[in-house]
């Protein structure tokens, strides 16, 4: 079993950058991908980045692609999403989580932090 905390979430004004880190416990961690998604209020729960347990291989969603980018760090039985260029509509409560495949839709993955909030001023 893996359990994710997220952190790192703030205020931010549009044009700014954070790095969101996921910490996960236990000794499993660098068999599992690792995505993050993010939901605004009153949307859906969306696909933003995901990347292999040897971090070889990484996916964005198209709506960061260029701004966003997720790295990890297995050592630290870490994972991070920095963000640049950050708009207001990147706004949204960001969740890491775990799966034992690399893909992109919610229902793939098995773990899940308990969110960190981002907010993008203008």
């Known amino acids: 079993q893996v359990q994710l905390v997220e952190s790192g979430g703030g205020l931010v004004q549009a044009g700014g950058s954070l790095r969101l880190s996921c910490a996960a416990s236990?000794?499993?961690?660098?068999?599992?991908?690792m995505g993050w998604f993010r939901q605004a209020p009153g949307k859906e729960r969306d696909f933003v980045a995901a990347i292999s347990w040897s971090g070889g291989v990484t996916t964005y969603a198209s709506s960061v692609k260029g701004r966003f980018t997720i790295s990890r760090d297995n050592a630290k039985n870490t994972v991070y999403l920095q963000m640049n260029s950050l708009k207001p509509d990147d706004t949204a409560v960001y969740y890491c989580?775990?799966?034992?495949?690399?893909?992109?839709?919610?229902?793939?993955?098995?773990?899940w932090g308990q969110g960190t909030q981002v907010t993008v001023s203008s």
């Open positions: 989580a775990a799966s034992s495949r690399l893909v992109t839709a919610s229902g793939g993955y098995d773990y």
């Open positions: 236990g000794r499993t961690f660098s068999r599992y991908s």
